[in-house]
């Protein structure tokens, strides 16, 4: 199997390296070799985060080159405006319809931009969600990154992984039931 590539981009705090490590952790149980890189962009205060995960039959790097992304998917509108670099020609790119506003921007040293959306819909093929919406309806915003990674699982076509095992190995005993119904919401809307 041909290596593929996988973007995930957002800001601290959303839970976009747990979305990578749950990916990660399924695909190895799967028995892909998969190789997985993270940046910290002041991650704690609300900056960039970047997660990269390669899966494949022989994967030899965890970077992703520029125009190299099978899926990007942004956990915020921002950060996918500035990860369409990584994506190629025949990409898909998924973005969280949510804005949260960088330091510049709260203190009005920048504005945030307007239209995004209709940008990156100009240069890629683009699929939005209003996965942090949906993880509200589920009753905890916390669950979005899991609705994205749903997302991503059904766009990769890995749907036949037991990823209802990874939660359980993964996170708390009472949050499973949410993060099952969480990651099938993001499955469905896909």
């Known amino acids: 199997m041909e290596t ?10 959303q839970g976009t390296i747990l979305a990578a490590k749950l990916l990660t952790t399924g695909l190895m149980a799967a028995g892909y070799d998969v190789k997985m890189s993270e940046i910290h962009g002041m991650s704690q205060r609300g900056g960039s985060v970047s997660s990269l995960v390669r899966y494949g039959d022989d994967v030899q790097s965890p970077v992703i080159e520029i125009g190299s992304a099978d899926i990007v998917v942004a ?3 921002m950060e996918g405006l500035r990860s369409l670099e990584y994506l190629k020609p025949t990409g898909k790119m998924i973005v969280n319809d949510t804005e949260i506003f960088p330091l510049s921007v709260i203190i009005g040293a920048t504005t945030y931009p307007e239209n995004i959306l209709d940008e990156i819909k100009s240069k890629v093929n683009l699929r939005v ?9 589920l009753g905890n915003p916390k669950v979005m990154n899991v609705i994205l990674l749903g997302s991503i699982i059904k766009s990769m ?5 037991d990823w209802e095992a990874i939660i359980a ?4 005993p009472q949050f499973k039931e949410l993060n099952v119904k ?6 469905d809307a896909v």
């Open 169 to 172: 190995e993964n996170v708390k």
């Open 4 to 13: 593929k590539n996988i973007v995930l981009v957002g800001v601290g705090g």
């Open 75 to 77: 956990f915020e509108k």
């Open 182 to 187: 969480a990651l099938q919401a993001g499955m």
């Open 129 to 137: 969600m209003a996965a942090t919406k949906m993880a509200e309806e």
């Open 157 to 161: 076509g890995l749907t036949d992984i």
